[in-house]
């Protein structure tokens, strides 16, 4: 039997690996942008719209817009539009690149950290071709997933050189990279306790007997440090942008630890269950309307402390095992919900780069449970394959979800439960199109489940209004301002309506609440200039419209949808 020489096969896989991505997401090609996040990142940001500018690399370093404080995703959005225009497809097919990209490089940082070219490529295979992972490459707003894995395997890839052969000029470009990744997206913060997992497994640098330990431990805990810092900063940021763009929806006091703890531990459960059986995935799965009960939070946080036990104890005989479960526990800590983030009680998204602990656990753990003879090596490759293969068909069938704005929210409909997000979302969609008793319908479903929803009523009021229910719709609008007082839109919807009913005086005064609500909001000025030149008032309506088109070449990202995760 004529053997492969390992560069050719080494190619061969690497070139396998960019095909069946590519063919898995070609579907995507051909899908839209999705009215939640896109419009904020893409399709309505003049600052991005307006390509790669000066001004707009200022405003990217500067900027805490969408909640989050992230300036090389800013970049690339504004790359891709000066390269392509506001395309969809274009920016869809940079998506497939960089995921086809991350995928080979995951397998070369693995395969040069422990030197296993087969083991590497599965867990290359199985980040690339996984149907959670679909949420991050189809979606246009979740670039900053792609790019933050991107440099967070440049990273480790870097980091691997510097263990064989430390030097200033190896760390500079370790440091270089993991603050890029940072500047991707915040998830990247837990990136120094990984590389510290990696000096333990595969790299081997962290001794485990004697004196040895404490000495190499407090020696490679000093080389971290400088990472540290720059994690520490880039939370301390985050925090800050979570909290002005409203993703903080709850203080911390709000939710007990105990509870977020328990939270949390459920969470890590219905992750591993939709790892290993990817079903029933959805772009938003809507939190409990009432907290775990206590033995479930309890029995899966026992489960949970029990299986990291276990991976301890097996240390020596499968170091994957610890290495790859707290991989996968470490990467999730910044989403779990120990610090109440978002209204999703798990994200799809948010498994990108978490789920390669468990991809590597299972690829290094099961060969080395089992015999090692011929057979035995023929049967995992074929189950390997075969579990391949399922992956890809049902990544394919998962990317089609992703088409457009109304097939995304309908699926989540039809898998998930009480998901008022979703309705909410498509009673936008269907309200655009003109299915207005369709769209009221969903809006119906979505406050039977989060009455509280400031967005979702003023949505409903407004749908309301254009059937000609104007008591009903006043009545909406009135309750989402007693939810929300501050919410610009619905002192603008309001005073359309006044307006409509001849209530002029009522009118102005609801769009001039709006203007001093957020002055950067455009809409209300148009309004009120159609309602001064209503009333004559000419010279009024001639200022309100030109500051109406001077707030529309500036206007930020703020307002429109919420965000579906605040990351």
Known sequence: MIRMSEPRRTLLIA????????????????????????????????????????????????????????????????????????????????????????????????????????????????????????????????????????FTFMTIWAYAAHARQPGAGRYALVLLAFSLALLSKPMAVTLPFLLLLLDFWPLGRLECSGRATAVSLSRLLAEKIPLLMLSAALCAVTVVAQRRGGAMVLSLQDVPLPRRFGDAAVACGAYVSKLFWPSGLSMFYPKPPTPFPVPVAAGAAALLFLLAALALGFRKRLPCLPVGGFWFLGMLVPVIGLVPVGEQFIADRYSYL?????????????????????????????????????????????????????????????????????????????????KLSEAAGHFEASLARQPFHPSARNNYGAVLARLGRTDEALEQIRLALVIQPWYPEAYNNMGNIRSMRGEHVEAEKCFLEAIRERPGYPDPYNNLGIEYLSEGRTAEADAMFREYLSRRAVQGTSGGNPPAAGG
């Open 15 to 150: 070139f396998a690996l960019a095909l069946a991505t590519v063919a898995v997401y070609l579907p995507t090609l051909d899908a839209g942008f999705i009215t939640t996040d896109d419009p904020a990142y893409v399709y309505q940001n003049p600052r991005v719209l307006a390509g790669l500018t000066i001004e707009g690399v200022k405003w990217a370093f500067s900027t805490m817009d969408a909640a989050n404080y992230h300036p090389v995703t800013w970049l690339s959005h504004m790359a891709d539009v000066a390269l392509f225009g506001p395309d969809p497809g274009r920016q869809h097919g940079i998506g497939i690149f960089l995921h086809a990209v991350n995928a080979l490089l995951l397998f070369l940082a693995l395969r040069s950290l422990t030197g296993a070219t087969g083991r590497s490529a599965f867990v290359a295979a199985l980040f690339a071709l996984h149907p959670m992972h679909v949420e991050s490459v189809a979606w246009i707003a979740e670039r900053k997933d792609l790019l933050c894995a991107f």
């Open 354 to 434: 978490p789920a390669i602990g468990l991809f590597i656990a299972a690829a290094w753990g099961i060969p080395a449970l089992l015999p090692d003879r011929p057979v035995i090596r023929r049967t995992l490759a074929a189950g390997a394959l075969l579990v391949l293969a399922s992956l890809g068909f049902a990544c394919r069938t998962q990317a089609e979800y992703w088409h457009d704005s109304e097939t995304v929210y309908r699926r989540a409909i039809a898998v998930t439960k009480g998901n008022w997000f979703a309705e909410n979302n498509l009673g936008m969609v269907l309200s655009k199109t003109g």
